[in-house]
């Protein structure tokens, strides 16, 4: 008895002496442990922040999902009564759980069944489920369906479907953007997530009287893009059409506001659906108005007849005497068809879109002066918008043109653009001679709603007001009977535009293989609000830039004309002098002709 006693007093003293510890020395490391245990943190997702287009169509957004998940050893309690399963009636409650549940989401009876039976505590039973679907489920009350905070997430939905993917880009399954406006305004569009931490007991509920914290999510910001969704989905099916019909590989259109240089529409095609497209092979998730480089062929006549106008060298009026061929160096120079020798004004070279005459206007600049007006109008560098994967194109140096360079580069081969760069070189010319840089972001809108506009496009000019006209009507001339492209002309208003048909270089096989068509202009010619450039990459034949895109050009053109209601302007087109006589032409001494040295360069 006495070793029996002692004994028990022993074991008792070490239980006080344990209990004294934990009660009153380490009493508080023991409660904060405790509490550790019984605290549990969760992740509130933060909202990804829209995109909307200038008229407040919404190109891109977030929506909230909700994870369910089911308690086998409860479910099988639904509609019994009972508090625990049965063997003979777990079988009829697992259906009748599963018929309520399989509309909800979107999951077959038979299917659920098999995710309701067994012993599991926790089975996933959907991962997209939207809060409205979940308050209807949570509605029914069948015991062990309930969601799981923790895997709350948001998921990117696109309206707009094929029509804008390629411009405003995509968001990836773990929730980084993969392209586009998505990626280019991530900084603006992403939010902050919050956290929010609560006692649970046992059983994973929630203590009401225990401690609690929440740091709430802040959303991204809204988007506001400078495009219009009416322009851009017009514009992409219009495309989309003629891609089609032509058999081409690709194409783009780009839409500019002529005075702010905003971009109202930038299709691209081939396109892609960004709701379930994404990680499909073979898809072309770029946007080739940005992307693509190509050479421009005769668009870029226009600067190489502004450069010659404003540096004096010659005048719309400066007779040219066109040979069907034109040596330089080892190659032999022609233009798109054979001819006897022509005699035209520089306005008529550009209007017939004469190689030849543009290599002859080219030789009265130095080639230095010739790169610094393609520089200035844009070539050789980003447009200055910041898209992702945006290309700078390609103009070498001058002191690097061989002879033959020195020719091609002034009709528009031997150096490459994107169809943004293309489109700016005519905007630059429908605004006076004044370079606006592009711009795709308008505004960005807190989540406080206060709006922060994007600051107005810089403009730097490049060539003077009076060359911007004499080059303006010069291309009127292109759009008319006597000219290349009378497929773009836009019954009751004045158009000026330019045709392109170049040689295409492929990477693919590592030379020219087929050929870029293309055309641009601006209307109404003689008070510009618009610019429009249509770029087809090897269509089938005939493959000329009027045949495969004047019609393009013509149907967006009129369209946008009447979406953004500008008004015929009325005036009459000016009369311009497109041939000369080959007496007075041979008679002038300002002729631009073969083997004669011009004396101003």
């Not at 479910?75 to 549940?101: I, R």
């Not at 259109?253 to 240089?261: E, F, H, L, R, T």
């Not at 080059?471 to 009127?476: A, D, F, H, P, R």
Request: glycine fraction near 10%.
């Amino acid at each position: 008895m006495r070793a029996l006693t002692v004994a028990v007093i022993f074991v008792l003293s070490i239980f006080g002496a344990q209990l004294v510890r934990i009660q009153g020395f380490d009493a508080r490391a023991v409660a904060a442990e405790a509490e550790s245990q019984r605290l549990t943190a969760q992740i509130i997702p933060a909202m990804r922040g829209q995109i909307l287009s200038a008229d407040g169509t919404v190109l891109a957004s977030s929506e909230e999902r909700e994870v369910v998940v089911a308690d086998q050893t409860a479910v099988c309690t639904y509609d019994t009564g009972e508090n625990t399963c049965a063997p003979e009636t777990s079988a009829a409650a697992v259906l009748a759980a599963a018929q309520k549940l399989s509309p909800l989401l979107g999951t077959p009876t038979s299917t659920l069944v098999e995710q309701l039976t067994g012993t599991s505590r926790y089975r996933i039973l959907s991962k997209n489920v939207t809060p409205l679907t979940w308050n209807t489920i949570a509605a029914l009350g069948i015991p062990g369906i309930a969601r799981d905070r923790r895997e709350t997430r948001s998921e990117r939905t696109y309206p707009q479907g094929t029509t804008t993917a390629a411009l405003v880009g995509y968001v990836l399954d773990n929730g980084d953007p993969g392209g586009g406006v998505e990626l280019m305004a991530d900084k603006e569009l992403q939010g902050t997530p919050g956290k929010q931490t609560y006692e649970r007991g046992r059983d994973g509920t929630a203590i009401p009287a225990g401690e609690s914290s929440i740091t709430p999510a802040v959303d991204g910001r809204d988007v506001t893009l400078t495009i219009n969704s009416s322009l851009q989905w017009y514009a992409q099916n219009a495309l989309a059409q003629r891609i089609k019909e032509t058999k081409a590989e690709s194409g783009t259109v780009v839409i500019m506001n002529a005075k702010s240089g905003d971009l109202l529409s930038v299709a691209s095609y081939p396109t892609f659906d960004p709701n379930g497209d994404i990680g499909r092979k073979g898809l072309q998730l770029d946007n080739k108005a940005f992307s693509d480089v190509f050479e421009p062929g005769s668009t870029a006549k226009i600067m190489t007849m502004a450069a010659a106008l404003q540096e004096k060298t010659v005048t719309p009026l400066t007779p040219v005497v066109i040979p069907n061929r034109l040596q330089r160096y080892d190659e032999n120079f022609k233009d798109s068809h054979e001819h006897p020798t022509e005699y035209r004004t520089v306005a008529g070279t550009l209007a017939e879109s004469s190689n030849i005459g543009t290599i002859l206007v080219s030789e009265t600049l130095k080639s230095s002066t010739l790169e610094r007006y393609f520089r200035a109008f844009g070539l050789g560098r980003t447009s200055g918008v910041g898209y992702p994967g945006e290309s700078a194109g390609l103009l070498p140096p001058s002191d690097t043109w061989s002879g033959t360079k020195r020719a091609t580069v002034s009709f528009g081969q031997g150096l490459s653009v994107t169809a943004i760069q293309a489109a700016s070189v005519f905007q630059t010319i429908a605004n006076g001679g004044v370079r606006m840089d592009p711009r795709l972001v308008e505004s960005v809108r807190a989540a406080d709603g206060s709006v922060q506009k994007a600051p107005a496009s810089k403009g730097s000019r490049v060539v003077s007001t009076a060359t911007a006209t004499q080059v303006s009507q010069m291309l009127e001339g292109v759009v008319s009977s006597e000219g290349t492209a009378p497929e773009a002309e836009v019954p009751g208003y004045r158009i000026a535009g330019k045709t392109g048909t170049a040689d295409r270089y492929d990477a693919k096989v590592g030379g020219y293989s087929g050929h870029t068509a293309s055309f641009i202009g601006y209307a109404p010619a003689d008070d510009p609000q618009i610019v429009v450039a249509v770029i087809v990459q090897d269509p089938t034949y005939p493959y000329f830039g009027g045949y495969v895109a004047g019609p393009v050009f013509k149907d967006i053109t009129t369209y946008a004309l009447q979406e953004l209601k500008i008004p015929p302007t009325g005036a009459e087109p000016p009369r311009v002098q497109t041939e000369v006589d080959p007496r007075k032409a041979l008679a002038d001494p300002a002729t631009l002709r073969n083997g004669v040295k011009h004396p101003k360069r």
